[in-house]
């Protein structure tokens, strides 16, 4: 049932402060008219009706019955005073900034996650180079590639894990912290811990560990052993 409202548009009006009655409640009981008394005189003002609000059984149909609410407002009403607002479009904006807002900041952390690869991946290459002389000596005694694949992929992998561990228990931190912090300036920050988070932040580390890792591993695996050994 159509109901009138007090306030603006639809997308700033606080409900909390609107009280809704029946339209021929309203005007049984105040009238069409307002009359404002002063002093020698009076005053009256029409009371006009300034907003609907439509309820519709169907969401599919909320579109659908916006669009005829402003074909009819089109063809009676005398002028394009009026707004149709649709909370669907509202929720389906917000929905829409908080899809590109997701967006741009798991390409901040991606770029995030690339740097620190790159910086995994040159500190490795700088550990083959110092050791190319242990990695002489493990071939000599027999050691396979693989076997030198699987130590500097698994010390990429233990370099990365314990990061995200610091990670973890930082965040931790923060979140315990921060409403206590919050609380000394009278400002009440409520904060709750995402436990799936603790792990896809860690599988995230280990997976740079081996994809940054792998590379320093494979050059480390296909060092000639006389080579390796003569190298100081």
């Known amino acids: 049932m159509p109901t009138g409202g007090s306030g603006g548009s ?7 402060d609107d009280i809704y009655i029946p339209l021929k409640t309203c005007r049984v009981r105040f009238g069409d008219t307002i009359t404002i008394r002063r002093a020698g005189s009076f005053q009256r003002e029409q009371v006009a009706l300034h907003q ?3 309820t519709v059984s169907d969401i599919d149909k909320v579109r659908p019955v ?11 009403h005398g002028q394009k005073d009026w707004l149709v607002t649709v909370p669907l ?5 917000a929905e ?3 899809r590109r807002s997701t967006i741009l900041l798991a390409f901040i952390a991606g770029i995030s996650l690339f740097v620190g690869g790159i910086g995994i991946m040159n500190i490795m290459l700088a550990t083959v180079t110092e ?7 493990r071939r ?10 699987l130590q500097f ?8 894990t314990a990061g995200g561990l610091l990670g973890v228990m930082l965040g931790v931190l923060i979140v315990y912290l921060a409403p206590v912090v919050a609380q000394l300036f009278g400002i009440h920050l409520p904060a709750k811990l995402n436990e799936s988070s603790f792990f896809l932040s860690l599988g995230v580390a280990t997976a740079v560990g081996i994809v940054f890792g792998l590379y320093p591993a494979w050059k480390a695996s296909r060092l000639d052993p006389i080579e390796a050994l003569r190298h100081e």
């Open 89 to 93: 479009d509202i929720l389906n904006a």
């Open 153 to 160: 992929l698994i010390e990429a992998i233990v370099q990365t």
């Open 131 to 137: 050791r190319t002389r242990e990695i002489g000596v």
């Open 140 to 149: 000599a005694l027999g050691a396979k590639r693989k076997d030198i694949t």
């Open 10 to 16: 639809q997308a700033a009006e606080d409900f909390n």
């Open 66 to 76: 916006g669009d005829m609410v402003s074909e009819l407002l089109e063809e009676r």
């Open 96 to 98: 829409a900034t908080q």
């Open 52 to 54: 609907v609000t439509l």
